[in-house]
Structures are given as structure tokens and as C-alpha cells.
């Protein structure tokens, strides 16, 4: 077995023990809640997952759907961690696991990530930044490509250095040519399509994907 699927276990489960306690029930999630989370559980959520972690372990989260329609993204996220590993790209995703069942609720867990939307939003500008530079002959230190590039940004609000396409460029130009057209095709033949800013967290200094569901498949 494992080894980081018992620890994760462990831990987990003293967390889920915690939330119950505070009678957290994982399948009315917010609509049924009136209690206060303790101090020591950390939280954050997206459109369809919940998620928990210990501020005194940060090593794991436990993830869970917001509903039971959504279980099937912590399912995927599994399945596409396993075929990462066939294929040797498992470095660049998450590690993650099914843990067990609570309230109806299948719960994973996942390595601990420092999800930091604004580090992601300013390594992908600043990498849009030196592309765009790149192309135009500019210099990247002076006022007057500063002043070109803030100008392109005011008169195109479509450009953002959060989303999904954005993201991921500077994800996979940060990569050896070969993997990052394995990684490439990894992400579309999987329909990974959904690598905004908030889904990408850090380990260490290596960027890494959080949430690889992808997003209406
Ligand atoms: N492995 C992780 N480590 C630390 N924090 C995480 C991890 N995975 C997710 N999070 C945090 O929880 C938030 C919600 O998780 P996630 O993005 O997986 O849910 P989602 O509902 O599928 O998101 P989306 O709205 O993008 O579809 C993330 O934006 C991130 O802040
Ligand atoms: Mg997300």
C-alpha cells in the first residue's frame, strides 16, 4: 500500500472528525450549515468542489463535491492522476486518492499545494509580458514598452493573464520542448480545459495543477 495514501487517511479522517463535530454534513454542505469551522481547519471552494485542510499539517486537503452531481470531477481528477504516472507526467499534477465515504460523499484527498491565485496571475503576466516584448523588439525594462503593453491591455479587456489559455501557455513554456508537447496533448486528449489562475497551486517553486477536472465535458 502507499505510503502517502495511509498518511493521508489518517489525517484526513481526524479532519472529517473535526468538521463533524461541528456538525458539517458533506451533502447539504452550506445550505445546511450554522456552525463555525475550528480555527485550526483551513477552507476554500470553487464552482463545484469543497475543499479542507489542517493549517498544523498542511501535507493534505480533503476534497469533496459541493453536490453529489459533482463527484464525478474528484473521480476524473484520480483517473487522470493514474495515467499521468503511466505516461511519467505525474510531477505536474496534484497527487491524489479516494479516501472513503461520508454522508454519501465519496471524499479524496490531495497533496497539499500553495494555491496562490495571485502568484500564478503575476508569473503568467510576467511571462505574457516578456513574450510580448519578444515579438515587438522591445525592451522589457523600459517605460515606453510598459506604456505599449498597458495600452494593449486597456483597449482588449478580452486579454487576461488569469485564464484558462493564458495560463496554461506560461504553464507549458516553462517546460522542455519534448514534455511539453506531451503534457500538450496529455491535457487535450483528457479535456483539461479549465487551468485558470485559481487551479494551479505551487510545489515548492515548481507549478503544479490543483484542480485537473477540466470543465464541461
Ligand atoms: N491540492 C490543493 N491544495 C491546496 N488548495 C487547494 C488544492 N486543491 C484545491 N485547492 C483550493 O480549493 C479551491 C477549490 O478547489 P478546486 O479548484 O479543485 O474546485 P472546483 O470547484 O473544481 O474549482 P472550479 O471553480 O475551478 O471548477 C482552489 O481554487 C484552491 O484555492
Ligand atoms: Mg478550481
Redesign the pocket.
Known amino acids: 500500500m502507499d505510503n502517502r495514501f495511509e498518511r493521508a487517511k489518517e489525517r484526513i479522517e481526524n479532519i472529517i472528525a473535526q468538521l463533524k463535530e461541528v456538525g458539517w454534513n458533506f451533502e447539504s454542505g452550506w445550505s445546511n450549515f450554522e456552525g463555525n469551522f475550528p480555527n485550526s481547519i483551513g477552507e476554500?471552494?470553487?464552482?463545484?468542489?469543497q475543499?479542507f485542510?489542517d493549517y498544523d499539517n498542511e501535507d493534505f486537503?480533503l476534497?469533496v463535491g459541493?453536490g453529489p452531481e459533482?463527484a464525478k470531477?474528484c473521480e476524473k481528477e484520480e483517473t487522470v492522476y493514474h495515467a499521468a504516472k503511466e505516461q511519467g507526467l505525474e510531477k505536474y499534477f496534484?497527487w491524489t486518492a479516494y479516501i472513503c465515504t461520508v454522508d454519501n460523499m465519496d471524499i479524496y484527498a490531495?497533496?497539499?499545494?500553495?494555491?496562490d491565485?495571485c502568484r500564478v496571475s503575476d508569473d503568467s503576466y510576467q511571462y505574457h509580458y516578456h513574450v510580448y516584448c519578444d515579438e515587438n523588439g522591445l525592451d522589457p525594462d523600459s517605460d515606453y514598452a510598459r506604456e505599449q503593453w498597458d495600452d494593449l491591455l486597456d483597449s482588449d479587456w478580452t486579454i487576461c493573464m488569469d485564464d484558462s489559455d493564458a495560463v496554461t501557455e506560461w504553464f507549458l513554456d516553462g517546460l522542455l520542448w519534448q514534455e511539453r508537447d506531451e503534457l500538450a496533448e496529455f491535457l487535450s486528449d483528457w479535456k483539461i480545459n479549465?487551468l485558470?489562475a485559481?487551479?494551479v497551486?505551487y510545489r515548492g517553486n515548481m507549478p503544479v495543477f490543483?484542480?485537473y477536472?477540466g470543465?464541461g465535458w
Open positions: 476554500a471552494s470553487g464552482a463545484s468542489r475543499v485542510w486537503v476534497k459541493l459533482d470531477y496534484g490531495m497533496e497539499f499545494l500553495d494555491c491565485e479549465d485558470h485559481a487551479n497551486g490543483a484542480d477536472a470543465w
